[in-house]
């Protein structure tokens, strides 16, 4: 999998944008959180480009762009949650979890209705 790193305010319109297009992934990483580094591994383990399909990944290191993971939250209506994954299509945030409810496994499940639409 390709994480695209997710740095700067200006990316999000860009993200929204890009979300009516093709799904968008956000998962925002504390990296000073064993819990965080535990979803990610799992995420990283059980990707499948296939059930993935044209879904584009970004990565928020949170710790290093404070600012940005709380506008994320803002910008698409959930609570600031760590670590969390976001589910973007047409515009909005149609899927959010966070801890251990991040898998890849649901995000898969959660594509497969953005594409029954």
């Known amino acids: 999998m390709n994480w695209n790193p997710l740095t700067d305010e200006a990316q999000l319109e860009t993200i929204r ?11 925002k990483h504390s990296t000073r959180c064993s819990i965080s580094s ?7 383990r059980s990707w499948n480009e ?10 928020l290191d949170l710790i290093a ?9 803002s910008e698409f209506g959930v609570p600031h949650q760590s670590p969390q994954v976001l589910l973007l299509s047409k515009g909005e945030c149609v899927y959010d979890a966070s801890h ?3 898998s890849f496994a649901e995000i898969s499940q959660q594509l497969e209705s953005i594409e029954a639409q």
């Open 50 to 59: 296939a059930e993935a399909g044209d879904m584009v990944p970004y990565y």
């Open 65 to 73: 762009y404070r600012t940005l993971s709380g506008r994320v939250a």
């Open 38 to 44: 535990t979803a990610l591994a799992r995420i990283q």
């Open 17 to 27: 944008q890009e979300s009516y297009l093709h799904p968008v992934m956000i998962f």
């Open 100 to 102: 251990f409810e991040i």
